[in-house]
């Protein structure tokens, strides 16, 4: 939540609690393929329609994860 609200503008309470994203250092340990790209999405998605976000807010979020998402993709498989 608070990596969101900062990455949208909130308070920087993230970057005092975590230090900066530094999102493929974070995920690296983890393998991260097409699969699990996905569901990840599917998953924050589903979070995302839960909360009734408007149309052109959930498109919005879903261009900004997906973009996220793939980025941390580190092992092939799964296409």
Request: charged share 30%; net charge positive.
């Amino acid at each position: 939540r608070s990596f969101l609200l900062y990455r949208f503008g909130g308070p920087p309470d993230y970057l005092h609690e975590r230090g900066h994203p530094r999102l493929r250092q974070r995920h690296a340990p983890f393998a991260v393929d097409r699969a699990a790209r996905d569901r990840w999405m599917e998953l924050m998605l589903a979070s995302v329609d839960e909360q009734a976000v408007a149309a052109e807010h959930r498109r919005y979020l879903e261009r900004f994860l997906g973009d996220i998402a793939t980025f941390l993709i580190n092992r092939r498989g799964s296409a």
